[in-house]
């Protein structure tokens, strides 16, 4: 089955790195995301990554994969107060739909 | 530019009413999504459509009807019997071609009220 697991919340002063963590469980999945929603606001792609990388990394974002235990994380370094958002992991399952994970509320402290 | 397109942004509905609420595109995209967001439960699906004249259920379709008449719009009733319908609802859109990795683009939501 699909299933994407998210920690609710995490909290960090502003400066040091955040990491967001997510569980899936389709081992078919080809390809992963990582979306931020600020409040009242829809959903922004902020990164993607294949299902044969292990890490990308774009600007202040790092995403690791591993998926032989099926988990992903995204790295924000020097966090900032701008970064406080919900952030989802999600995974392309079957039918092309993206499965969603709970979501994980990041609070950054100054 | 293109984009998705929500409306209203809020929206109050008495109890007993039907209500629907908007999604337009101009991405030229295939496939269109209606997400419901509940605090702490992340997002459900409703409905979904891959081609027009075509839609299918999602995990909670119970309540809710949609139509795709036209490529660009997927509107989304609220029916008289979903007895819960206060939530935050999305409306998401992407290209149908398997090899693209753009993930989905989403409109900026309706808040939806029961008063």
């Known amino acids: 089955g699909e299933d994407v697991e998210q920690s609710l919340f995490l909290s960090v002063r502003e400066g040091d790195s955040s990491v967001i963590n997510c569980t899936y469980t389709d081992s078919s999945s080809t390809y992963l995301y990582w979306y931020k929603q600020e409040p009242g606001a829809g959903l922004q792609l902020l990164t993607y990554?294949?299902?044969?990388?292990d890490m990308k990394q774009d600007q202040r974002l790092t995403v690791l994969l591993n998926k032989k235990d099926k988990h992903l994380s995204l790295r924000i370094a020097d966090t900032q107060t701008g970064d406080s958002a919900i952030y989802f992991c999600a995974e392309k399952g079957r039918f092309q739909k993206l499965v969603f994970g709970t979501g994980t509320r990041l609070l950054v402290s100054p | 530019d293109g984009g998705i397109t929500q409306s209203p942004k809020y929206l109050f509905r008495k109890e007993g009413q039907n209500v629907t609420l908007s999604c337009e595109q101009n991405l030229n995209h295939d496939a269109m999504y209606w997400y419901r967001q509940d605090p702490g439960q992340g997002l459900r699906l409703i409905y979904y459509s891959q081609i027009v004249n075509d839609f299918q259920k999602g995990d909670i379709a119970e309540g809710y009807s949609v139509s795709r008449e036209k490529k660009e719009s997927f509107p989304l009733t609220v029916t008289s019997a979903q007895k819960n319908p206060t939530a935050f609802y999305l409306c998401?859109?992407?290209?149908?071609?398997?090899?693209?990795?753009?993930?989905?683009?989403f409109g900026s939501g309706t808040r939806l009220t029961v008063v």
């Open positions: 998401a859109s992407r290209y149908r071609e398997l090899t693209r990795e753009d993930g989905y683009t």
């Open positions: 990554i294949f299902s044969n990388m």
